[in-house]
């Protein structure tokens, strides 16, 4: 698994046809939840597994303010 892969399976998800198809927070919960599981195998040292987290925070997209109409 390379940095590489991770890029293509973004833009994968840009053309998912899920349940919640097209929504950035679909996106950024599955990248967050690879993201988590990369640190722990980064951590658990794994023989096989990547020597650093492949995806940091600054990785995942951009939370959108969904709220932002009914605060006003």
Do not use: I
């Given at each position: 698994?390379?940095?590489?892969?991770?890029?293509?399976?973004?833009?994968?998800?840009?053309?998912?046809?899920?349940?919640?198809?097209?929504?950035?927070?679909?996106?950024?919960?599955?990248?967050?939840?690879?993201?988590a599981f990369f640190?722990?195998?980064?951590?658990?040292?794994?023989?096989?597994?990547?020597?650093?987290?492949?995806l940091a925070a600054?990785?995942?997209?951009?939370?959108?303010?969904?709220?932002?109409?009914?605060?006003?």
């Amino acid at each position: 698994m390379t940095c590489d892969h991770l890029f293509e399976f973004a833009e994968w998800l840009n053309s998912w046809k899920g349940m919640h198809s097209g929504q950035l927070l679909t996106k950024r919960w599955n990248l967050s939840t690879l993201s988590a599981f990369f640190r722990d195998v980064t951590m658990w040292e794994w023989d096989d597994g990547p020597l650093y987290p492949l995806l940091a925070a600054g990785d995942l997209p951009k939370c959108l303010n969904v709220f932002h109409a009914t605060c006003d």
